[in-house]
């Protein structure tokens, strides 16, 4: 007997085009996505990176079936059952390896949130290691926030909603864009062991003060001068605002990759050159806010303009105020809105609240079946805060009510 699916649920270019997948594969309704970048005239269609994000939802998920247009600006995809990293699914002793294009130009933290946001609801734990030359560790001007941002800024969060064992988040070679902007050769391997049938009902509705700043410098094959340079502009300004600050430094060597040169087949060249910094500053309610910059790579600024930019940067949202981080707050609505059927509260910024991404996962979120949002003014707030009630769509874990 075939398997009968509901309509699809039909969308319009490639905007959010992770959520939309990440949110059907969830509750499982199919998506049909058309009109991607079709009025482009040479970037036509699926990229690199969102082709490899299908294939990364193909390799963690049983029975899910993906239909691309000949000309790549149509998009069916009808989700299966997430499965993690079992055995029979591309894994191999309980470890997935998914290896990303050369010519990606997108952060891995593009394809490590979404996977998180799924780990907690697979049948089995989550264990994924991304390879490839397409990896790239640090912040990109693409807008992708590092490795370091989300496993101290958004991974701890989950912990809000019951989720928080056997969760971890490795960087085993780190990687700056390379030329262009693509590649950078590193690897980064995702632990996600804790699984639920529901997330908890969460209430967060005291930002508190700031009480401690913790960070990472990191360098790629480039002097390590670099990184003491990013500390010490970076506590400049961050030491006057609170005393318990300590940045940590890292630096790695960068990767050698063949050159594609046939009259010298043993020619090698060294990519994912580069540096940066992430800054984590966390209240005394347990809220973080978070803040990433990182050189870029046609290079030219020194290593003092970035530390000093992205102390700006996290004093900046630090300032919107609120519970949440705008990095941090998709995961975080989201999570609320596959809870149980209860109302989950959360204050936010109106700058963080108003933005185009989160007034978008409200409507999708709404086209998939969720309630709407309830928003109030936060009672005896002095930032003009509002507190979003989300009711839980109870869908929960399939697999582990299944099992």
Same mark, same amino acid.
């Given at each position: 007997?075939?398997?009968?699916?509901?309509?699809?649920?039909?969308?319009?270019?490639?905007?959010?085009?992770?959520?939309?997948?990440?949110?059907?594969?969830?509750?499982?309704?199919?998506?049909?996505?058309?009109?991607?970048?079709?009025?482009?005239?040479?970037?036509?269609?699926?990229?690199?990176?969102?082709?490899?994000?299908?294939?990364?939802?193909?390799?963690?998920? $049983?029975?899910?079936?993906?239909?691309?247009?000949?000309?790549?600006?149509?998009?069916?995809?009808?989700?299966?059952?997430?499965?993690?990293?079992?055995?029979?699914?591309?894994?191999?002793?309980?470890?997935?390896?998914?290896?990303?294009?050369?010519?990606?130009?997108?952060?891995?933290?593009?394809?490590?949130?979404?996977?998180?946001?799924?780990?907690?609801?697979?049948?089995?734990?989550?264990?994924?290691?991304?390879?490839?030359?397409?990896?790239?560790?640090?912040?990109?001007?693409?807008?992708?926030?590092?490795?370091?941002?989300?496993?101290?800024?958004?991974?701890?969060?989950?912990?809000?909603?019951?989720?928080?064992? $056997?969760?971890?988040? &490795?960087?085993?070679?780190?990687?700056?864009?390379?030329?262009?902007?693509?590649?950078?050769?590193?690897?980064?391997?995702?632990?996600?062991?804790?699984?639920?049938?529901?997330?908890?009902?969460?209430?967060?509705? $005291?930002?508190? &003060?700031?009480?401690?700043?913790?960070?990472?410098?990191?360098?790629?094959?480039?002097?390590?001068?670099?990184?003491?340079?990013?500390?010490?502009?970076?506590?400049?300004?961050?030491?006057?605002?609170?005393?318990?600050?300590?940045?940590?430094?890292?630096?790695?060597?960068?990767?050698?990759?063949?050159?594609?040169?046939?009259?010298?087949?043993?020619?090698? &060249?060294?990519?994912?050159?580069?540096?940066?910094?992430?800054?984590?500053?966390?209240?005394?309610?347990?809220?973080?806010?978070?803040?990433?910059?990182?050189?870029?790579?046609?290079?030219?600024?020194?290593?003092?303009?970035?530390? &000093?930019?992205?102390?700006?940067?996290?004093?900046?949202?630090?300032?919107?105020?609120?519970?949440?981080?705008?990095?941090?707050?998709?995961?975080?609505?989201?999570?609320?809105?596959?809870?149980?059927?209860?109302?989950?509260?959360?204050?936010?910024?109106?700058?963080?609240?108003? $933005?185009?991404?989160?007034?978008?996962?409200?409507?999708?979120?709404?086209?998939?079946?969720?309630?709407?949002?309830?928003?109030?003014?936060?009672?005896?707030?002095?930032?003009?805060?509002?507190?979003?009630?989300?009711?839980?769509?109870?869908?929960?874990?399939?697999?582990?009510?299944?099992?």
């Amino acid at each position: 007997m075939a398997t009968s699916f509901p309509p699809p649920l039909r969308f319009t270019t490639h905007r959010a085009l992770t959520h939309r997948l990440v949110l059907s594969t969830l509750t499982g309704r199919p998506v049909h996505i058309s009109q991607i970048r079709s009025s482009s005239p040479t970037t036509t269609g699926l990229a690199s990176h969102e082709i490899s994000f299908l294939r990364l939802l193909e390799a963690v998920t $049983n029975g899910s079936t993906i239909e691309i247009s000949y000309t790549g600006t149509t998009l069916l995809y009808r989700p299966g059952l997430i499965t993690g990293s079992a055995a029979g699914s591309g894994a191999s002793g309980g470890v997935l390896r998914h290896e990303l294009p050369q010519g990606c130009t997108r952060g891995v933290s593009y394809f490590l949130i979404p996977l998180c946001l799924l780990a907690p609801f697979s049948k089995t734990s989550v264990n994924v290691i991304f390879t490839g030359l397409g990896v790239i560790t640090s912040a990109t001007e693409t807008g992708d926030v590092s490795v370091d941002s989300v496993r101290t800024a958004i991974l701890p969060l989950y912990e809000q909603f019951g989720i928080s064992n $056997n969760i971890e988040l &490795r960087v085993l070679k780190r990687s700056s864009p390379g030329p262009g902007g693509k590649g950078g050769a590193g690897e980064v391997q995702l632990v996600f062991g804790h699984q639920v049938r529901l997330p908890k009902t969460i209430h967060l509705l $005291n930002p508190g &003060r700031v009480k401690r700043i913790r960070g990472v410098a990191y360098c790629t094959g480039v002097s390590a001068s670099n990184n003491a340079r990013m500390i010490e502009a970076a506590r400049g300004i961050l030491n006057p605002m609170t005393g318990d600050t300590y940045i940590f430094s890292d630096v790695s060597s960068a990767s050698f990759v063949p050159l594609s040169d046939k009259s010298n087949s043993g020619s090698k &060249r060294k990519i994912g050159v580069g540096f940066g910094i992430s800054l984590v500053a966390e209240t005394s309610t347990g809220c973080l806010y978070s803040a990433d910059l990182a050189s870029p790579t046609s290079g030219g600024q020194p290593a003092e303009d970035i530390g &000093r930019h992205c102390a700006y940067q996290l004093l900046e949202t630090v300032s919107f105020g609120g519970c949440v981080s705008p990095v941090a707050a998709p995961s975080m609505l989201t999570l609320m809105a596959m809870g149980s059927e209860d109302v989950a509260r959360l204050q936010m910024s109106r700058v963080v609240f108003g $933005n185009e991404e989160i007034i978008g996962l409200g409507r999708d979120l709404r086209k998939f079946g969720a309630s709407g949002w309830g928003i109030r003014d936060a009672p005896g707030d002095l930032h003009g805060d509002l507190v979003v009630s989300v009711v839980g769509r109870g869908v929960g874990n399939v697999g582990r009510k299944i099992a």
